[in-house]
């Protein structure tokens, strides 16, 4: 299961439709923590998304983009079409679902949801629900992309240009979440952009390094899809219409593997221990230290992929 701005291209390389090498490619392969040898392995662009499942940008029955016509959806909405999926090919139940971020969302949508047709849930890098500050930080970066003057209601498509800037800003909001105040210190401290001079103009080098990852996810993504990904992230709750979070959570049978990670902002690790504490089958937390924050999920492959691995394994 992908996270926000992933998507189907879970290995591989660069290539026609994919910009980028495949965001867990260490952990996936003959061999690997998920090894294909054993596994047959199925990653799905999620609905709302911008590579192949229907989202704001695909086109209507009419021939237009859906733009500001999508409806908002949640990671409910979107396991239920991953279970389309899963019958269309008659799979009737996963030896695992693993995810991390978002993508640990549906994981858990599909234990609860669907409880018999989860052998194995690897939970990495959430909670049972989005927190305030989550919240907040995901309305904000939104608000950012629909005050840029190109948004033009998320109809978009047809203009000269779109709201390129205000996704690019919100990306930066987004970057600063996803790492640690630690691993900033330790790697950009005061220093500046190259010979730049910040008191005459220039940058420091963490400004720099978040333009970098704001232009590189302007250049592949839609602003739409950003913000209805976010907004579903937004509308994660376990418990909702189910009696709250720990009736919801009783209902899961899968074995449940949770990791965190230590210096995570984003979702920090009380909220793995209280998930932890309201699955009946859950075998703890599993703590990946590391200064990467939130990221942690995807940089961390070598302590990511044992966890894995021993999920696996049983």
Not at 52 to 63: R, W
Not at 103 to 117: C, F, I, K, N, T
Not at 140 to 152: E, G, K, S, W
Not at 172 to 186: A, D, N, P, T, V
Request: with cysteine; charged share 20%; proline share 5%.
């Amino acid at each position: 299961m992908h996270a926000l701005t992933g998507d189907a291209h879970a290995h591989g390389y660069e290539g026609a439709g994919h910009a980028t090498r495949g965001w867990w490619n260490p952990l996936i392969g003959p061999g690997a923590p998920i090894d294909t040898d054993e596994f047959f392995v199925v990653c799905l662009n999620v609905l709302g998304g911008c590579q192949g499942t229907t989202g704001p940008s695909s086109l209507a029955p009419d021939g237009r983009p859906y733009g500001s016509r999508f409806p908002w959806i949640t990671p409910r909405d979107q396991v239920a079409v991953e279970v389309a999926l899963a019958d269309s090919l008659g799979i009737q139940k996963w030896a695992a679902v693993i995810g991390g971020s978002m993508g640990a969302m549906r994981v858990l949508e599909w234990a609860v949801g669907y409880p018999e047709r989860v052998g194995l849930a690897v939970v990495i890098a959430v909670g049972a629900y989005a927190t305030a500050e989550e919240i907040g930080l995901s309305a904000t970066q939104n608000r950012v992309i629909l005050a840029d003057p190109h948004f033009y209601d998320g109809d978009y498509y047809d203009k000269e240009m779109g709201p390129t800037e205000g996704l690019r800003i919100a990306r930066e909001l987004g970057q600063i979440s996803y790492r640690s105040e630690l691993e900033f210190h330790r790697r950009f401290h005061r220093k500046p952009q190259g010979d730049e001079d910040p008191l005459h103009g220039g940058r420091y080098a963490i400004e720099s390094y978040l333009q970098h990852h704001g232009e590189k996810l302007m250049d592949r993504f839609d602003a739409n899809t950003y913000l209805v990904l976010s907004t579903a992230m937004n509308h994660h709750d376990v418990g909702r219409n189910r009696g709250g979070m720990a009736e919801a959570l009783s209902r899961i049978s899968a074995d449940v593997v949770i990791g965190g990670i230590s210096t995570d902002r984003l979702y920090p690790l009380r909220l793995q221990y209280e998930l932890s504490e309201m699955i009946p089958q859950a075998r703890g937390v599993e703590v990946i230290a590391s200064l990467d924050g939130h990221d942690a999920f995807l940089t961390e492959t070598e302590a990511v992929g044992k966890l894995i691995r021993r999920a696996l394994l049983g």
